[in-house]
């Protein structure tokens, strides 16, 4: 499997017994940042509006899940980590994984078991399939430690892209 880990000098952050909230923030800056330094035209097969369900993040041309884990995390341990992490995955690793193969059925009855084990509490609301009608990607990627979501995706890039093509 292909994953790529990013991790982040949190101590500041541990220090002032930053909340769940605060990493959240910063995650959806980080990802923005990144964004924007991202020289790559966005692909076309990927919608650029987070609230279409086959919305991925993307960088160079290829998209990504991303996942966060952070100090803060208390409740999800599965969300739980000594410092700031975010880790990649391309999209096509989840080819095979899908709602549509038996294969990809089976292995999300048991990675859903497993974290219901590991967490102690019910998977967060927000696991769902890719593309599935009422999925959004950008809820997986941060998941709170409670059962909330945002209501709206903080991805703002593609705005700010479009913003400075019209001026």
């Known amino acids: 499997m292909c994953l790529s880990c990013c991790f982040f000098d949190s101590t500041t952050l541990q220090k002032q017994k930053a909340e769940v909230d605060q990493y959240q923030e910063l995650f959806w800056s ?25 919305w991925e993040f993307c960088f160079n041309g290829e998209p990504y899940f991303a996942f966060c884990a952070t100090p803060a995390h208390q409740v999800r341990k ?24 038996t294969f990809g059925q089976k292995l999300k009855k048991a990675i859903r078991q497993r974290l219901v084990s590991y967490d102690g509490i019910p998977a967060h609301p927000a696991l769902k399939w890719y593309g599935q009608q009422d999925n959004y990607e950008w809820e997986q990627y941060f998941l709170s430690d409670d059962d909330s979501s945002l209501s709206k995706c903080p991805f703002m890039a593609m705005k700010n892209k479009w913003k ?4």
């Open 78 to 101: 599965s969300r739980q980590f000594p410092s700031f992490l975010i880790a990649f995955q391309p999209r096509w690793v989840f080819d095979e994984i899908n709602a549509e193969t």
């Open 30 to 54: 980080l990802l923005n940042s990144l964004h924007e330094l991202d020289e790559a035209q966005w692909p076309e097969h990927i919608p650029k509006d987070p609230h279409d369900p086959k």
């Open 164 to 167: 400075s093509i019209r001026s």
